[in-house]
């Protein structure tokens, strides 16, 4: 019961965050929420169904805006298929978190997310790298720039996402006892 409400809140709201075209993004444009979703994933909802329903529908999301939106698919090179793969990662990780609220292992929770966030990102922007027309005019040596540029646009977005999270987790509990979610026990 608990998991198909998770993922009916989690996909809602990857289908108005991915960064598409879509009715919130006329008033508003908030960051992605899938990594976030994973790590809620791997912390609270361990089961392998989840991750890849969440997984499943970012790569679906991904092609209803390619295809239906004429969004451009310009990320969509050899190096998308990495993307899952990373995803994976993520959840995999959230597994370490022991919660995503605060308490006695705050400071260690943060460094796994920020750590982990990066390290997925670094993965999925050097392969999209690779594949791109930068790549193939200056070859590697134009990378620490791009990463350089790119990282602190988009990693921050993520942890701004994972403080959100970590507030309403902390904070729903003692305003609504009856919403404690508990991690599962796989």
């Known amino acids: 019961m608990k998991n198909g409400f998770f993922l009916i809140i989690a996909i809602t709201l990857m289908i108005a965050t991915r960064g598409h075209d879509n009715w919130l993004s006329a008033f508003v444009h908030l960051p992605d929420f899938t990594i976030p979703a994973l790590f ?3 912390v609270y909802f361990r089961y392998f169904w989840v991750v890849f329903t969440l997984i499943l529908s970012a790569v679906a999301i991904d092609n209803y805006a390619i295809v239906y939106q004429g969004i451009s698919a310009n990320c969509i090179t050899p190096a998308y298929s990495v993307l899952p793969l990373t995803y994976y990662g993520i959840f995999w990780v959230g597994k370490h978190i022991s919660a995503l609220m605060v308490d006695d292992n705050t400071i ?3 460094l796994i997310i920020v750590t982990a966030t990066s390290t997925q990102w670094l993965i999925a922007t050097s392969a999209y790298y690779l ?7 200056t070859g590697w040596s134009n990378f620490l720039v791009y990463i350089a540029h790119w990282s602190v646009v988009e990693i921050p977005v993520v942890l701004y996402w994972m403080i959100a999270v ?3 987790f902390t904070l729903t509990p003692r ?3 009856a919403l404690n979610i508990q991690k599962s026990a796989l």
């Open 131 to 137: 594949f791109t027309t930068t790549y193939a005019k």
């Open 40 to 42: 809620i994933a791997g």
């Open 175 to 177: 305003i609504t006892p």
């Open 108 to 110: 260690k929770n943060a």
């Open 166 to 168: 970590i507030i309403t």
